[in-house]
């Protein structure tokens, strides 16, 4: 794929995503191509659309207003499909990114597959399995989440500081309660083995790439990220029953894999 000129149409409900990640969700496009429309979809005379606000001009999105004609129940959903729709029927993009964790846009991701052009998700780890399996990839938001940086180690306090602290103590704990916890989950080794399996072709060393190709067809949500890993290699590394070898080819290194 040549993403500088695979055209990728990202399409965000801003009801059901989050703000504080759009620039850590172009950087995920940007792995697969251009991010040509950018579209953030929502009730902008609402408050909860405020947080979006500041970041629109700053990463090039078009705010869509739709108004919510029934209470508890909005029409983003509805608008993006059919923008997406119309999108697709123009021909001028070559995949699309939908941002959402919320099951309606299964059939959105399952039609535009059909027409062979690809689709990514990008939704929280309460995102419904029919969501993510209709998408050729779909990342988890925790996933993009900053890493925490480690915090430096506080100085011996006084005693006239003990009651302030131990208050900022109970503080810190409640925003830290607030915020999104970016948990480990459990890698299935099995996974792992069937994915090798498929892209072996009876060749002893495997190219990592062609394993993580296999890895996302079988389960499009795969990501070395939510195991602890910043890439695939990485993973390989840290299973007993595989060895990653060294593939320098001109000067770069494509990494192999193969059984102990």
Same mark, same amino acid.
């Given at each position: 794929?040549?993403?500088?000129?695979?055209?990728?149409?990202?399409?965000? %409900?801003?009801?059901?995503?989050?703000?504080?990640?759009?620039?850590?969700?172009?950087? !995920?496009?940007?792995?697969?191509?251009?991010?040509?429309?950018?579209?953030?979809?929502?009730?902008? @005379?609402?408050?909860?659309?405020?947080?979006?606000?500041?970041?629109?001009?700053?990463?090039?999105?078009?705010?869509?207003?739709?108004?919510?004609?029934?209470?508890?129940?909005?029409? @983003?959903?509805?608008?993006?499909?059919?923008?997406?729709?119309?999108?697709?029927?123009?021909?001028?993009?070559?995949?699309?990114?939908?941002?959402?964790?919320?099951?309606?846009?299964?059939?959105?991701?399952?039609?535009?597959?059909?027409?062979?052009?690809?689709?990514?998700?990008?939704?929280?780890?309460?995102?419904?399995?029919?969501?993510?399996?209709?998408?050729?990839?779909? @990342?988890?938001?925790?996933?993009?989440?900053?890493?925490?940086?480690?915090? #430096?180690? #506080?100085?011996?306090?006084?005693?006239?500081?003990?009651? @302030?602290?131990?208050?900022?103590?109970?503080?810190? !704990? !409640?925003?830290?309660?607030?915020?999104?916890?970016?948990?480990?989950?459990?890698? %299935?080794?099995?996974?792992? %083995?069937?994915?090798?399996?498929?892209?072996?072709?009876? !060749?002893?060393?495997?190219?990592?790439?062609?394993?993580?190709?296999?890895?996302?067809?079988? %389960?499009?949500?795969?990501?070395?990220?939510?195991?602890?890993?910043?890439?695939?290699?990485?993973?390989?590394?840290?299973?007993?029953?595989?060895?990653?070898?060294?593939?320098?080819?001109?000067?770069?290194?494509?990494?192999?894999?193969?059984?102990?």
């Amino acid at each position: 794929m040549n993403n500088n000129k695979f055209n990728i149409a990202v399409l965000i %409900d801003g009801d059901n995503a989050q703000a504080k990640l759009i620039k850590e969700i172009l950087e !995920e496009v940007s792995k697969y191509g251009k991010a040509t429309i950018r579209r953030i979809y929502g009730d902008w @005379t609402t408050p909860h659309m405020n947080s979006w606000k500041e970041m629109i001009n700053l990463h090039s999105f078009s705010p869509i207003q739709k108004f919510s004609y029934t209470t508890g129940k909005n029409s @983003t959903d509805s608008s993006m499909i059919i923008d997406a729709m119309d999108i697709l029927h123009s021909n001028s993009v070559d995949g699309f990114c939908i941002v959402s964790s919320d099951s309606d846009y299964t059939g959105l991701a399952k039609r535009i597959r059909e027409e062979g052009m690809f689709v990514m998700g990008i939704g929280r780890r309460i995102t419904p399995k029919a969501f993510v399996q209709s998408c050729e990839i779909f @990342t988890y938001a925790e996933n993009l989440l900053p890493a925490e940086k480690p915090k #430096p180690t #506080p100085k011996k306090a006084e005693k006239s500081q003990t009651s @302030t602290n131990r208050k900022n103590v109970v503080v810190n !704990e !409640e925003v830290k309660k607030e915020q999104p916890e970016k948990e480990n989950a459990e890698l %299935d080794l099995s996974l792992i %083995d069937k994915a090798f399996e498929i892209s072996s072709d009876e !060749e002893e060393e495997i190219h990592i790439a062609k394993i993580g190709a296999s890895l996302r067809k079988i %389960d499009p949500s795969f990501d070395p990220r939510s195991y602890g890993f910043r890439n695939l290699t990485e993973l390989f590394k840290n299973l007993d029953k595989y060895v990653v070898v060294k593939n320098l080819v001109n000067g770069l290194n494509y990494p192999l894999v193969k059984l102990k």
